[in-house]
């Protein structure tokens, strides 16, 4: 069992950043960041290899988020620049060790063994 912690949310005007924290409690291979607002299904927004560092993005993020890894702390990171209102969500952390694909499944949410309880992003306009 993986225990994951987020932190780091909080409300920032558009255009601001925030960085979101996931403290893990143990090493999975690889974990992902995941989004949600109300009424819609959680979408895959971020993900990494935990030991070859390849990182998946989706579109809707590319060159804005940034997910990094400290494997010393056990820590996953999600660095949110030039953030939009559209951006506003909660959002969860995910680490999972089901074999295969990870370039292919990451943002499946059924590849995901763990998840963490969620920290809000809000942003205005």
């Known amino acids: 069992q993986v225990h994951l912690v987020e932190s780091g949310g909080g409300s920032v005007q558009a255009g601001g950043s925030l960085r979101l924290s996931c403290a893990a409690s143990?090493?999975?291979?690889?974990m992902g960041w995941f989004r949600q607002t109300p009424g819609k299904e959680r979408e895959g927004v971020a993900a990494i290899h935990t030991a070859f560092g390849s990182t998946f993005y989706a579109e809707r993020v590319k060159g804005r988020f940034t997910i990094s890894q400290d494997n010393a702390k056990n820590t996953l990171y999600l660095q949110m620049n030039s953030l939009k209102p559209e951006d506003t969500a909660m959002y969860y952390c995910?680490?999972?060790?089901?074999?295969?694909?990870?370039?292919?499944?990451?943002?499946?949410?059924?590849?995901?063994?763990?998840w963490g309880q969620g920290t809000q992003v809000t942003v205005s306009s």
């Open positions: 995910a680490a999972g060790d089901i074999g295969g694909a990870v370039g292919l499944m990451w943002s499946a949410q059924a590849a995901y063994n763990y």
């Open positions: 143990g090493y999975t291979r690889y």
